[in-house]
């Protein structure tokens, strides 16, 4: 299986599956002598780990991680950092009635094809889990980048949704309720939502929108590397994300050209922020803010139709441990990734002093 390592210079591999013994990572690139803060990259992952409220997976892990390697004395060495999250609340019991059968819209079909064989238990490594892996090279990411502030909220869930423009709201409320949404009003009408739709063994999509401010100017390659590309591509490899717009995204083709360019100030600040802080591919100095679309959790606790190996069609039904509706979670791994990317293009334009 290819397709594991993320990054130019400032790289991750992870490994491990949903019910295997661990998950973990290798971390390559990380410059020398930058001094970690443990207890935060286990805040992070606490952020992101299971059965943290009513809304989420009521699996509980712990989601300890243990570095083996590239941290003397509470700094990096500069060699590759290793790390492992043990797995230690494994049922996969949940998942054999699945072993000879497809769960629809998962990743069981195209596995089973392309590789003649799969780990069905949870999924195996096309589970999410793997992504805690990210989160913990995410909080290494965040220490070097130091002054930078990459900050990620709900902003969407079903049809509720928040119109308000991210300037306008408290950051500081994202974390006082178990939705992540920047609006405390909000968070209760969709923490309410979510918990009727797990009561009916459904699951529900909804947007994560992140900012990122204190930018530099210059991050981005102006051709294949463009800036929006990459943290496009970081984002459309989380599980269940189906979009990305940055910017005016979507919106911006109702404009005219007239009303969407960003007029400058004589300091190359822009009076507006169409442009979503990235132009020609790099930074301008401006916050970047993007959104991200995540699907409903294709596994539903209702009777289904699928097919098994034979082809036969089947009726089945979800069993298991899972999500509701998977961004609550997801906001720690969208902050992740962003500090993946804009860490790797520090690296990649050393002449940036953050």
Partial sequence: MAGNTFGNLFKLTTFGESHGVAIGGIIDG????????LEFIQ??????????????TQRKEPDTVEFYSGVFEGKTTGTPIGFAIHNTNQKSKDYSHIKDSY???????????????????????????????????GAIAKQ???????????????????????ESLDFSSIEQNPVR??????????????????????????VITCVVQNVPIGLGEPVFDKLHAELGK???????????????????VKMKGSLHNDTFNADGSTTTNYSGGIQGGISNGMDIYFN?????????????????????????QGKGRHDPCVVPRAVPIVEAMTALVLADYVLLNRTIKL
Avoid: W
């Avoid at 410059?31 to 970690?36: E, F």
């Avoid at 070097?144 to 991210?166: H, R």
């Fill in 30 to 37: 990380c410059p020398s002598g930058l001094s970690l803060n």
């Fill in 43 to 56: 805040k992070e992952l606490d952020r992101r780990r299971p059965g943290q409220s009513a809304i989420v």
């Fill in 292 to 316: 991200i679309a995540f699907k409903p959790v294709a596994t539903i606790i209702q009777s289904y139709e699928t097919i098994d190996k034979q082809g036969k069609i089947i009726t089945t």
């Fill in 181 to 206: 949404c920047a609006d405390p009003d909000m968070a209760v009408q969709m923490e309410d939502y979510i918990k009727q739709i797990k009561k009916e063994g459904d699951t529900i999509g909804g």
């Fill in 234 to 252: 970081a984002m459309l490899s989380i599980n269940a994300v189906k979009g990305f717009e940055y910017g005016s995204g979507f919106d911006g």
């Fill in 144 to 166: 070097f980048l130091k002054n930078i502030k990459i900050t990620a909220f709900v902003s969407q869930v079903g049809d509720l949704k928040l119109d308000k423009p991210y």
């Fill in 103 to 137: 769960r629809p819209s998962h990743a069981d079909y195209v596995y089973d094809q392309k590789y003649g064989f799969r780990d069905y238990r949870g999924g195996g490594r096309s589970s999410a889990r793997e992504t805690a892996s990210r989160v913990v090279a």
